[in-house]
C-alpha cells in the first residue's frame, strides 16, 4: 500500500508565501512522476506543476514565474514553493504520484490540503 501524506496548506494574505509538501510511504519499487493538482470549488481539477524522476517541470500558464516545483528523491518527497499568491489561487490541492509497485505501475492520491488566500 502506497500512502501521500500532504502539508503546508493554510490561509495567507494576497502577495504572501506557501510552501506545501507531500511525502510518499509504502512499499514500492519508485516514483516516476510527481504533480501537484488543485480544484476550486465548482470547477475542475487542474494541474498545477509537475517533475520526473530526472529533475524536469512542467507548470500551468498562471503560475510560472510564481511556483517552484521540487523534489528530493531520498525522501520520496515532492514540495511547491508558492509566492505571490493571489486569491485566484484558492483551492485545494492535491498530491498525485505516479509509482511503480513491481511491475505495476499506477497513480495515487494525497488527501488534500487546502489553500486560501484572502486579505
Known amino acids: 500500500q502506497v500512502q501521500l501524506v500532504e502539508s503546508g496548506g493554510g490561509l495567507v494574505q494576497p502577495g504572501g508565501s506557501l510552501r506545501l509538501s507531500c511525502a510518499a510511504s509504502g512499499s514500492f519499487y519508485s516514483i516516476n512522476v510527481m504533480a501537484w493538482y488543485r480544484q476550486a470549488p465548482g470547477k475542475q481539477r487542474e494541474l498545477v506543476a509537475a517533475?520526473?524522476?530526472?529533475?524536469?517541470?512542467n507548470y500551468l500558464d498562471s503560475v510560472k514565474g510564481r511556483f517552484t516545483i521540487s523534489r528530493d528523491n531520498a525522501k520520496n518527497t515532492v514540495y511547491l514553493q508558492m509566492n505571490n499568491l493571489k486569491p485566484e489561487d484558492t483551492a485545494a490541492y492535491y498530491c498525485d504520484a505516479e509509482v511503480r509497485v513491481f511491475t505495476t505501475i499506477r497513480n495515487y492520491w494525497g488527501q488534500g490540503t487546502q489553500v486560501t488566500v484572502s486579505s
Open positions: 517533475i520526473t524522476s530526472g529533475g524536469t517541470t
